[in-house]
Structure formats: structure tokens, C-alpha cells
């Protein structure tokens, strides 16, 4: 079971850009699937993008054409670059790999 943690979430301005990174403590070369989520007060936990070993990305259209997830197999770490953010980009934002997840990072987006 790797274990995975968040970092890069901050408050930041409407506009503005963030990338959130994922470490693994382990190899990620096998795991086929990877993705990024996110939870806001008092909602449930939404996907935002996920990426596969065979090279595909999917997104959320709600953040298609502002969000980029790619994988570093020689780093063991995931990342989602986001830019032009919204308010309603804040909240909560968890990473999974396989059936593995991080412990969450804090974004918050000020109009």
C-alpha cells in the first residue's frame, strides 16, 4: 500500500495558478491509474482529472482548458498544474493513485 502526500495548496487570488503535487513513497511505474479530486464544504467529493499509464488525460469539464495532470514515473509523483482559477475552485483537493489516497491540501480561491 504506498502513501501518498499532498503539498503545494495555499490561498491564492481569482485568476491566479497553483501546482499541487502528490510524492509516493513508493515506485508508481505499475499503477495504471492516477487522479486528482476535490471536496468543498458541504458537498461531496468531485473528480477533477484523472491520467493512465497508456498516456490519456480526462478532465472535469469543469476545469478542461485550465487544469493539466501529468505523472513523473521517475520522480514518483503526480501533479496537477491549475490556472485561472476560480472561487469555485475552492476546496479540499485529495490525490489517488490506484486504490491509494492522500491526506488532502487546502485550496482557496479569493475573488
Known amino acids: 500500500q504506498v502513501q501518498l502526500v499532498e503539498s503545494g495548496g495555499g490561498l491564492v487570488q481569482a485568476g491566479g495558478s497553483l501546482r499541487l503535487s502528490c510524492a509516493a513513497s513508493?515506485?508508481?511505474?505499475?499503477?495504471?491509474?492516477m487522479g486528482w479530486y476535490r471536496q468543498a464544504p458541504g458537498k461531496q467529493r468531485e473528480w477533477v482529472a484523472s491520467v493512465y499509464s497508456d498516456g490519456t488525460n480526462n478532465y472535469a469539464d469543469s476545469v478542461k482548458g485550465r487544469f493539466t495532470i501529468s505523472r513523473d514515473n521517475a520522480k514518483n509523483t503526480l501533479y496537477l498544474q491549475m490556472n485561472s482559477l476560480k472561487p469555485e475552485d475552492t476546496a479540499l483537493y485529495y490525490c489517488?493513485?490506484?486504490?491509494?489516497w492522500g491526506q488532502g491540501t487546502q485550496v482557496t480561491v479569493s475573488s
Open positions: 513508493g515506485s508508481i511505474f505499475s499503477i495504471y491509474s
Open positions: 489517488r493513485m490506484g486504490a491509494s
